[in-house]
Structures are given as structure tokens and as C-alpha cells.
């Protein structure tokens, strides 16, 4: 498996706390191009030899906005089974959260963040289940439920289609504020 050519912006890039613009369809065959390339570029940054092989960090979920392409388009790329190498992905076009959970969750060890290259200590909070509204890549509207890892995911990437780097929800004064209130995964 070849690692595509993409460049992804790093956290000091303007263009990552704008607004991504929805997206009309059809798609052009750049869009399709550039969401392949996000698939392929996930899973092989979850396979560890390919991982050391391209000195890449591993990572679950991409926006186009990272890599400078300013359309609501995400994806995410998760192992079925640890250590399986085998992938479900998620393509998800113009999202939009319609509900979630009033339980709160966080990433106990930090979330991260492929245009982020360095460690953040602090809570993200995060609903542990969500309900989501997107498009696929022929422009059908579907509605997709997520709890736990997968719920992190879809929210930490529609948080960047908004601006909104992990980072910034961060309490800096107290980055471990209301820790007692969430359940940690």
C-alpha cells in the first residue's frame, strides 16, 4: 500500500479555525480523489509497520480542512478488531449532529490530532453517544448513531468543519475541570 500525497496542515495553519463551506453535489473527481487518499492515509497510519515505515502518527479521522480543502466533507477510518487490520470507514459529507446523550465521556489518556504534533495535557469533553445526519459520496442523506470512541471521533472532526481544534476546548486555567462529572474511556 502506497501512502498518498497529502500534506496535513499543521495547528498554527489560519485556514484550520475557519468555517468549512457545505458541499454541493455531485462531487468532482478531485473531491472523490482527496477522500480516497483520506482512507488510504488512515489505515495505513493504524497499521504499525506501515506506520514506521512511513514515519507517519496514527490517526482515526481526517477533515478536508486539514489538509487545506475548506468543504464539510470527514472521515474516519476504525480497526473492526484491534490488531485485525481490517476497517470499517465512515465518509460523512455535510454532517450534522440532530441528538446526543446528556453523559459526558473523555479520553482518559488525551485525544490527539493529526495537526497537532505535540502532547496535551487536559479534558475534552465529549457526549458519549450521538446521532448524526450526513451524506455519502452520491449525496444521499443517512442518519448514523455512535457511542463511546466512535461518538469522539465524529465530534472531534465536525468540531474541526467548525474552526475548532481539540485544543481550543481545553480549559487552561483548569484542564482537568469538571473531571468528576464525565466518565473517562
Same mark, same amino acid.
Do not use: N, P, W
Given at each position: 500500500m502506497e501512502l498518498p500525497k497529502i500534506k496535513i496542515l499543521n495547528e498554527k495553519d489560519h #485556514?484550520?479555525?475557519?468555517?468549512?463551506?457545505k458541499v454541493d453535489f455531485p462531487l468532482s473527481d478531485q473531491d472523490k480523489k482527496m477522500i480516497d487518499d483520506m482512507l488510504v492515509y488512515l489505515?495505513?497510519?493504524q497499521i504499525e509497520e506501515l506506520q514506521q515505515k512511513y514515519n507517519i502518527r496514527a490517526g482515526w479521522g481526517l477533515s478536508a480542512c486539514q489538509l487545506g480543502i475548506m468543504?464539510?466533507?470527514? /472521515? /474516519? /477510518? %476504525?480497526?473492526t478488531e484491534p490488531g485485525s487490520e481490517v476497517f470499517k470507514n465512515?465518509?460523512?459529507i455535510n454532517p450534522k449532529i440532530l441528538s446526543h446523550s446528556e453523559e459526558q465521556i473523555y479520553v482518559g489518556?488525551?485525544?490527539?490530532?493529526?495537526?497537532?504534533? #505535540?502532547?496535551? /495535557?487536559?479534558i475534552v469533553p465529549r457526549f458519549a453517544r450521538i446521532t448524526i445526519q450526513a451524506q455519502d459520496i452520491d449525496g444521499n442523506v443517512f442518519e448514523? #448513531?455512535?457511542?463511546?470512541?466512535?461518538?469522539?471521533?465524529?465530534?472531534? %472532526?465536525?468540531?474541526?468543519l467548525n474552526g475548532i481544534l481539540f485544543v481550543d476546548k481545553i480549559d487552561r486555567k483548569n484542564p482537568f475541570?469538571?473531571?468528576?462529572?464525565? #466518565? %473517562?474511556?
Open positions: #485556514r484550520l479555525h475557519q468555517i468549512s463551506k489505515k495505513i497510519s468543504k464539510r466533507i470527514f /472521515v /474516519v /477510518v %476504525e480497526e465512515y465518509v460523512l489518556e488525551g485525544e490527539g490530532c493529526l495537526s497537532v504534533d #505535540r502532547d496535551i /495535557v487536559g448514523l #448513531r455512535a457511542r463511546e470512541e466512535l461518538s469522539i471521533a465524529f465530534q472531534h %472532526e465536525i468540531d474541526h475541570k469538571d473531571k468528576e462529572t464525565m #466518565r %473517562e474511556i
